[in-house]
């Protein structure tokens, strides 16, 4: 029997839906007709791959390469992972570029003037490939909450954001990365825009006391899947 939820070859149980009222942005900007699906061009097929030599030394370690005097604000912590497809097989070569806020909840945007301070030492943005195995890792400082005025009262939970690109640069995959235990969860309308309890789930990481390094930093896992009956939630999936 045909599964009523796939569109597009896409489950719409796991994936956000473009239009999700209780995001009030996804009014306005949500499609009002079908998409079309548009043939890959030689030049998509063809273009620009990514390799060790597009990286910076630190380009993984966030709690490095945006210092200016001294060291960045907050915890730090370590998110390592695999990216995988949908039967364990790793993804190598994938470039995986991340930002956040920093620990006082304040993006390093013109646009965002919430009313925290900036870190001087802290662009909260990163980049890694995945190596042989799948596998990234990458130092960072533990993101604070902030108010975004969605409705009432409203705060985005801690979250560090994640793109993926695959074997060339118009094959892009956007997700976010949540923290377990965090009591925002329950009340953000983006994270509960993934209908499925198992896809939000999927966004969270896990506390990996193998990954801690002792009196320095906790480690978080968090795998990506590309495809699959578990693959991750992406935002931009059905573009």
Not at 19 to 29: C, E, G, I
Not at 155 to 162: A, D, G, K, L, N
Request: include cysteine; glycine fraction near 10%; proline fraction near 11%.
């Amino acid at each position: 029997m045909k599964n009523p939820q796939l569109v597009n070859g896409l489950d719409w149980q796991v994936h956000p839906p473009f239009l999700h009222p209780p995001y009030t942005s996804t009014v306005k900007r949500a499609p009002q007709e079908p998409l079309i699906a548009l043939p890959q061009s030689l030049a998509e097929l063809t273009g620009p791959v990514f390799g060790e030599g597009d990286l910076e030394p630190l380009d993984n370690d966030l709690t490095r390469n945006g210092v200016v005097n001294g060291e960045p604000i907050g915890e730090r912590i370590i998110v390592t992972g695999r990216v995988i497809d949908e039967s364990g097989r790793p993804v190598p070569g994938a470039l995986l570029e991340v930002w956040q806020a920093n620990a006082c909840g304040r993006y390093r945007h013109h646009k965002d003037q919430h009313d925290a301070p900036l870190d001087p030492n802290f662009t909260g943005t990163g980049r890694i490939i995945t190596d042989q195995h799948g596998f990234y890792r990458l130092t960072t400082i533990r993101p604070g909450a902030y108010p975004w005025r969605n409705h009432e009262n409203a705060w985005r939970p801690p979250h560090i954001h994640f793109s993926l690109f695959g074997r060339h640069f118009l094959q892009r995959l956007v997700t976010q990365m949540y923290f377990p235990g965090d009591p925002l969860l329950p009340l953000d309308p983006i994270f509960n825009g993934i209908p499925d309890e198992n896809g939000r789930a999927r966004l969270i990481s896990h506390y990996a006391h193998d990954v801690t390094e002792p009196e320095w930093a906790l480690g978080y896992r968090f795998d990506i899947v590309v495809c699959g009956p578990r693959e991750t939630p992406f935002e931009n999936k059905g573009e």
